[in-house]
């Protein structure tokens, strides 16, 4: 059974960073496509960051410069590290993982994954 567990939400001031974690059990991250996604309150969905090893990933343009994804294999686990963050980054913020590697940047547009974490909550205070 496949588990993507994450961690690392909470709430901090304009300006501040935080860090999620993203730890999966039953499936190699390394697979395929992995991605960060985020729901606001009364948003949908959006990407926010999704990478396959090995190559560059991509980012929503609101993100760019902040953001980063890195993923550790050794341990099969997914990051997030978020730095000035803004209270427009307030959500709860999904992992998401799938073994097909091809359309990696198509499958952040359209949130296509096979795995998915519960969420964990970020809040960004002004």
């Known amino acids: 059974q496949v588990q993507l567990v994450e961690s690392g939400g909470g709430s901090v001031e304009t300006g501040g960073s935080l860090r999620l974690s993203c730890a999966a059990s039953?499936?190699?991250?390394?697979?395929?496509?992995m991605a960060w996604i985020r729901q606001g309150p009364g948003q949908k969905r959006e990407g926010v960051t999704a990478?396959?090893?090995?190559?560059?990933?991509v980012h929503h343009n609101t993100v760019k410069g902040r953001f980063t994804i890195s993923l550790d294999s050794s341990n099969n686990t997914l990051y997030l590290e978020m730095n000035s963050l803004k209270p427009e980054d307030t959500a709860v913020y999904y992992c998401?993982?799938?073994?097909?590697?091809?359309?990696?940047?198509?499958?952040?547009?359209?949130?296509?994954?096979?795995?998915w974490g519960q969420g964990t909550q970020v809040s960004v205070s002004s």
């Open positions: 998401a993982a799938d073994p097909r590697r091809e359309y990696c940047n198509t499958r952040l547009l359209l949130l296509d994954y096979t795995y």
């Open positions: 990478m396959i090893e090995d190559k560059r990933p």
């Open positions: 039953g499936y190699s991250l390394n697979t395929g496509c």
